[in-house]
């Protein structure tokens, strides 16, 4: 669905600033049959791939809704706003979402444009699933802001992780200038050392360059076993092709944005399947896994043997628990749906994996604890959840990616919290890992 047309009430409000209350949330649209979760990404530009992936999750998890009877009777809808992966844009475009009423949430959005549009949808008391890795927002004390996919703190702790296991000693870094990459360093980098791993060099390179011969040459020479790293595909694109045509057989390790298929191709199907690795958040096998991939199914049978896109599971737990959390508040009302979203996720209560079992326990008046497919959904104080990570590894012919053995949130928290290489490995060993 394309957003909606801005009126001359939005025009002035937006000269008022980003924290201006524009009057207009859920209670807007609650005499009509229908309410909306707006999903707020970039759909445009080099990381459009984000969108699509919240996006997929958000239509599979409409779909169960409705089918369920809705929101506390109303249909839901799933209005799109394009950031562009870009504050400004971002702004405007949740601006043009909240205009017109009936928003009673927003899924999104996923990099910095958070820090443009929170002030917004904290003044209007606006749920926000924030669906991005920004660890500035580990500790935040947002009421409105919840976040059911994991920090790239953690993503990071599981690359270093990985290659651990993986049995490389020494790595280079290279990233792209992107602030969302950035975030994704220091996590990297920490833990990589406090698991006896040697850093040889930092690279932060701009994106979207003609050459990088001197960088990649320096690589190189660097000897490395590993290079941790994340572009976008226009990037890689110009780095592969130069690795390659220099001999390079390094091995890469790259984030949940090296899975998309612009960037396989980009970095060459086959060159991807024999040297790149994709450290991504994932799926918990078990009932809540099974609905969501009999609603992926359903929709995308074209794309079935692809699987779901990057992300898609998190915004299907984050429209579910979200609907959850409107019907044991019996309202719209942000406040009251922030106060009732730990009603729903958190233990103790009744374990439920589907938005109709979960409503018909709701409605039954029984305590539930939603178990979503990326895992369970238990918010901690800041809002924040943990949940399992696992290799990826590109198909040699179709590029489709093949999902390696998971590294659960239990092995990412002892890594997380262990303070010294020895017991670090003592954890990991304890875990029954080496």
Known sequence: MSVRAVTGALAATTALGASAVLGLGATAGATSGTISYGVL????GPLA??????????????????????????????PQGDTGCDPVEGKTALLKLISGGGIAGIIGPTTQEINAVEPVLRANKIIDEFQGGDVGRDHQTDPYLFRDSPSDSQLGVAMATYAHIK??????????????????????????IKLGGKVIHVYNIQADQSSYTNTVAQVIADKPNVIFSQTDAQTVGVLATEFNQLGSKIPWIGTDIT?????????????????????????VSGKADNAFMAGFAKLFPSQKAAGPLSGANYAYDAVISLAL???YAKTFNGTAVSKAMLKVTNPPGVKCYTYGSCLSLLKAHKKINY?????????????????P??????????????????????????????????????????????
């Not at 990404?41 to 445009?44: A, H, I, L, R």
């Not at 049995?167 to 290279?174: I, N, P, R, S, V």
Request: proline residues 2%.
């Open 167 to 192: 049995g490389y000693k020494t790595a280079d870094l290279l990233f792209y200038s992107d602030a969302a990459a950035q975030t994704i360093v220091a996590p990297v980098k920490t833990t990589w």
């Open 49 to 78: 791939s984000l969108g699509e992936g919240i996006y997929q999750g958000a239509q599979i998890a409409q779909a169960q809704v409705n089918a369920a009877g809705g929101v506390l009777g109303k249909k839901l809808l799933i």
């Open 259 to 283: 899975t998309s298929s612009d960037y396989i191709k980009a970095f060459g199907t086959a060159n991807a399947h024999a040297r790149l690795t994709s450290i991504m958040g994932t799926s």
């Open 371 to 387: 178990e979503g497919a990326s895992g369970s959904i238990d918010y901690n104080k800041y809002h924040n959840t943990f949940g």
């Open 389 to 434: 990570y696992a290799p990826f590894v590109a198909n040699a012919t179709t590029g489709n990616e093949v999902q390696g053995t998971p590294l659960s949130a239990k092995v990412l928290g002892d890594v997380t919290n262990c303070t010294t290489t020895k017991s670090c490995l003592a954890v990991l060993k304890a875990d029954g890992l080496k």
């Open 325 to 327: 959390a409107d019907t």
């Open 41 to 44: 990404s970039c759909f445009t």
